[in-house]
């Protein structure tokens, strides 16, 4: 039975319910305004390193985090597993994620309708503000390749490099959007809880089709 469990039970299926919850859990906070001083906490202190340098910085990588950038980084990618590669799944994988991601974003921000900041805003965006669509993008993107890469890279050292930079770009985008005063933390927050969701979720249906597809190959080899 425990053998069973474990097997039905994934470890991507535990982490998309457990960042499930926690999406849940800061929606309800938002709609039950509870969660203004968490938000109002973490914008003073991000938008106190104010500075003309940190600005351009932060520009750069809200800039890195929308819709263009990610959109030639994403065909880059999939111009490498394709033709280098000759990863057609990984392909597809990645396409879902990415556009799974980019849906369920615009339909939260449309169910939520939650209004941008408005207090030392620096930059000027149109559309609602829960759940952020950089983090969302970036989480699916970077955490998407990190995984796809991972069997790739032989050495434990480049795969915490790995690991470190994707976390870094994901990290650094959504403070960016903070910073910009374009988002609340509440909103990067589940954004990426949101992503790590779908993408824990895309995670455990990719390795459940290569598991079937192994057996079936073994099947037609017996």
Same mark, same amino acid.
């Not at 209004?115 to 993107?141: D, K, Q």
């Not at 991972?150 to 990290?171: C, D, N, Q, Y």
């Not at 949101?194 to 895309?202: A, F």
């Given at each position: ?10 470890? @991507? ?55 263009? @950038? ?27 994620? #990415? ?41 699916? !993107? ?11 890279? @032989? ?15 994901? !990290? ?6 903070? /910073? #910009? ?24 249906? /990719? ?13 037609? #080899?017996?």
């Amino acid at each position: 039975m425990i053998h069973n469990w474990k097997k039905n039970i994934s470890f @991507p299926l535990l982490v998309a319910a457990l960042c499930m919850i926690a999406f849940i859990s800061i929606a309800l906070s938002i709609s039950d305004n509870q969660i203004h001083r968490f938000d109002d906490t973490l914008i003073g202190w991000i938008q106190g390193l104010e500075s003309p340098g940190m600005t351009q910085f932060m520009h750069l990588f809200t800039w890195i985090g929308s819709e263009m @950038p990610v959109v030639f980084i994403t065909i880059i990618a999939m111009i490498v597993l394709y033709i280098f590669l000759r990863h057609k799944r990984e392909l597809l994988f990645l396409a879902c994620v #990415l556009a799974g991601s980019t849906l369920l974003n615009a339909l939260l921000k449309l169910v939520f309708q939650r209004a941008r900041p408005t207090i030392n805003r620096i930059i000027e965006v149109s559309g609602y503000s829960f759940p952020s669509g950089h983090s969302m993008a970036a989480f699916s !993107l970077y955490g998407g390749l990190a995984f796809l890469i991972w069997k790739h890279v @032989p050495t434990v050292t480049g795969r915490v490099l790995m690991i470190v930079a994707s976390a870094v770009f994901i !990290l650094t985008i959504g403070i960016s959007r903070i /910073y #910009l005063g374009v988002h609340y933390p509440s909103d990067i927050v589940g954004g990426y809880f949101l992503s790590g969701c779908w993408l824990s979720t895309c995670i455990w249906f /990719y390795r459940r089709h290569l598991e079937r597809m192994s057996q079936l190959q073994s099947r037609r #080899l017996a």
